[in-house]
Antibody, heavy 126, light 108 residues
Framework: EVQLLESGGGLVQPGGSLRLSCSASGFTFSSYAMSWVRQGPGKRLEWVSHIIGSGGRTHYADSVKGRFTISRDNSKNTLYLHMSNLTAEDTAVYYC???????????????????WGPGTLVTVSS | EIVLTQSPATLSLSPGERATLSCRASQSVGRYLAWYQQKSGQAPRLLIYDASKRATGIPVRFSGSGSETDFTLTISSLEPEDFAVYYCQQRYNWPPYTFGQGTKLEIK
């Protein structure tokens, strides 16, 4: 069964740092791009960052560029998001999501988000 | 950045009725549009990709249509488990990937 499970969320003070992890199972993790998507309270989904399967290329939303770093350890089937200089605007549930979608025939169809983990809550507050 | 605008914000219908949800893009996204369902307290789930293709395991009552800037998600006959929030998302011009603000489908 394909599964993603985030961890590392919690309460952090403004200006602080936090590292989120996403453990993957049930698929060849190293072959898949991955993304982090967040959802603030009462807000729409917001894409945060993307990394290709090899880890050799990354992309960031302007709102987190220079503060967040996405990385992966394919030997551990784990995706990371290191967040620094956090503000109240970063308060959200953070989801990790698969970033390469294959249809039922195994044909690659593009960068759609599937599957998703259950999410981990990050609260930035003093 | 491509902005996606969904309408209506809330749709109140009864089980068995037909639901029609709209997503409009600020510029053409071709057919690079997806729909996700998010139930309360859960992660989103991919329903439709490339505007009209059902994701694996998605019931046939869900269908998508449209291209360029105007897209529609149709649920032909609502089941109780379909009441949720629905988001559209584009990947035509990224980064960033962008999402609509969501349509809440509630029981009338």
């Amino acid at each position: 069964e394909v599964q993603l499970l985030e961890s590392g969320g919690g309460l952090v003070q403004p200006g602080g740092s936090l590292r989120l992890s996403c453990s993957a199972s049930g698929f060849t993790f190293s072959s898949y791009a991955m993304s982090w998507v967040r959802q603030g309270p009462g807000k729409r989904l917001e894409w945060v960052s993307h990394i290709i399967g090899s880890g050799g290329r990354t992309h960031y939303a302007d709102s987190v560029k220079g503060r967040f770093t996405i990385s992966r350890d394919n030997s551990k089937n784990t995706l990371y998001l290191h967040m620094s200089n956090l503000t109240a605007e970063d308060t959200a549930v953070y989801y990790c999501a698969g970033g390469d979608y294959y249809d039922a025939s195994g044909y690659y169809v593009g960068n759609w988000f599937d599957p998703w983990g259950p999410g981990t809550l990050v609260t930035v507050s003093s | 950045e491509i902005v996606l605008t969904q309408s209506p914000a809330t749709l109140s219908l009864s089980p068995g009725e037909r639901a029609t949800l709209s997503c409009r893009a600020s510029q053409s996204v071709g057919r690079y549009l997806a729909w996700y369902q998010q139930k309360s307290g859960q992660a989103p789930r991919l329903l439709i990709y490339d505007a009209s293709k059902r994701a694996t395991g998605i019931p046939v009552r869900f269908s998508g249509s449209g291209s360029e800037t105007d897209f529609t998600l149709t649920i032909s006959s609502l089941e109780p488990e379909d009441f949720a929030v629905y988001y559209c998302q584009q990947r035509y011009n990224w980064p960033p990937y962008t999402f609509g603000q969501g349509t809440k489908l509630e029981i009338k």
